[in-house]
């Protein structure tokens, strides 16, 4: 799979951009604050349909959008091995109200120039992005590590992002209900309805989780022990709210969710919240008996999220049958020669791998077979020699 070309109207620091990007190796550097990383989010923007580091769409637009309106847009064209070229676009269209003045955002979503709508967006390019922000894999929140796994399982599984809008809808729908309950504004027996959907649409989130980590997890061991060259087990494994007993099928998770809602009503019914279910269930990081969110030193944890984004690249090349495109933002920096070696070897190996760096020394000979090296300066795209 290939971005063979991008292009963006009003994005971040981009005025307008055009670029054209061939398999292989592709090299983009500047200082730092010029747009790398920028770049990279639009890419992996296309991919799946949100931004990993923007707290909300209207931090991606441009000051000069955001003062006079218009239109803010991604676009690119993706080629994959076994169905061609499909056309992307992200737009975002900046709306005031007439009557109240308030400035709103309109997403829009198109694939070969017809509306759709995330789901359908996403999947259609295959791409794995490894960014100095992945520690947080480590050190941060469930919420963090919950995303790593609902961003990659969508990029395989159109069903999979559907059932997750769903169950986030069904969720708030039924907390709603609980603060009433507990409020006494509302009766148990209305919970059944809400109940049923959760479990419903819970399951087959849990479903695809608990499979995809089947996968993930082998590689991801395999991976860590080849990059920290030793034999302590890197552990994934998934820490659920729910119990059960044998496959992690939909209606054994069905099942599971159900008894657990049973179980914790007096929680439920306190706290005015349901605390049970894949949105409150984590992601457990360890090597040998260290849980690597509370001990794990910088560089370990380094290691252990480039050993997750790496997995991530043979999952998604076993799902789809061709490697995605991987996208690597300023990753080499903290790595020693060694891993730098590793990481960049195993870049090389994919169709198209696009890098950013301040450093054009970290890549050392690597340097020198890049398909593309692309100077940026203040959101100035050159292409050189």
């Known amino acids: 799979m290939q971005l063979v070309s991008l292009s963006l109207t009003e994005f971040r620091n981009f005025q307008q951009l055009q670029v054209s990007l061939p398999a292989g190796l592709v090299v983009v550097h500047g200082d730092n604050g010029q747009g790398k990383s920028n770049l990279m989010e639009a890419a992996y923007l296309l991919a799946v349909a949100r931004s990993f580091r923007a707290q909300a769409d209207r ?10 309106g218009g239109f803010t847009m991604v676009q690119g064209t993706a080629e994959r091995d076994n169905g061609g070229p499909v056309e992307l676009r992200v737009g975002l269209e900046r709306v005031q109200d007439a009557l109240t003045g308030e400035v709103s955002l309109r997403k829009h ?20 992005l ?21 961003m990659l399982i969508s990029q395989v599984e159109p069903q999979y992002l559907r059932a997750l809008q769903r169950y986030q809808r069904v969720l708030t729908q039924r907390n709603s209900l609980l603060h009433r309950l507990r409020d006494g504004h509302a009766g ?39 990059l920290s060259d030793s034999e302590a087990s890197f552990l994934v494994t998934y820490d659920a709210t729910t119990t059960f007993e044998g496959e992690a099928s939909v209606e054994v998770l069905r099942k599971a969710m159900a008894d657990a809602l049973v179980r914790t009503r007096p929680r439920e019914r306190a706290q005015g919240m349901t605390v049970v279910g894949p949105h ?12 690597m969110g509370r001990y794990a030193s ?3 944890a380094r290691l252990g999220t480039l050993a997750l984004r790496l997995a991530e690249g043979r999952f998604l090349y076993q799902r789809r ?7 690597l933002d300023d990753v080499l920096s903290e790595l020693d020669k060694s891993r730098r070696q590793l990481v960049l070897e195993e870049a090389m190996g994919y169709p198209q791998a696009i890098l950013t760096t301040a450093d054009l020394s970290l890549l050392g000979p690597v340097s020198d077979k890049a398909a593309l090296r ?12």
Not at 111 to 125: D, M, P, T
Not at 130 to 150: H, M, N, T, W
Not at 193 to 219: K, N, Y
């Open 59 to 68: 931090d991606l637009i441009t000051l000069e959008a955001a003062q006079t």
């Open 109 to 128: 979503f198109r694939v070969n120039g017809i509306n759709k709508r995330a789901s359908e967006l996403v999947g259609q390019l295959n791409a794995v």
């Open 130 to 150: 490894f960014s100095p922000d992945d520690i947080e894999l480590v050190y941060g929140s469930p919420q963090g590590r919950r995303r790593y796994l609902d």
């Open 188 to 226: 148990e027996t209305e919970l059944e309805f809400w109940d049923d959907s959760l479990c419903t649409e819970g399951a087959t989130v849990l479903a695809s989780r608990h499979h995809a980590l089947q996968q993930i997890a082998p590689m991801a061991e395999e991976t860590h022990r080849r």
């Open 280 to 291: 409150r269930d984590d992601l457990r990081l360890s090597v040998g008996t260290m849980e």
């Open 298 to 300: 910088r560089g370990q």
């Open 321 to 327: 049958g061709e490697a995605p495109v991987l996208l």
């Open 374 to 385: 692309l100077r940026i300066v203040q959101g100035q795209v050159s292409e050189e020699a």
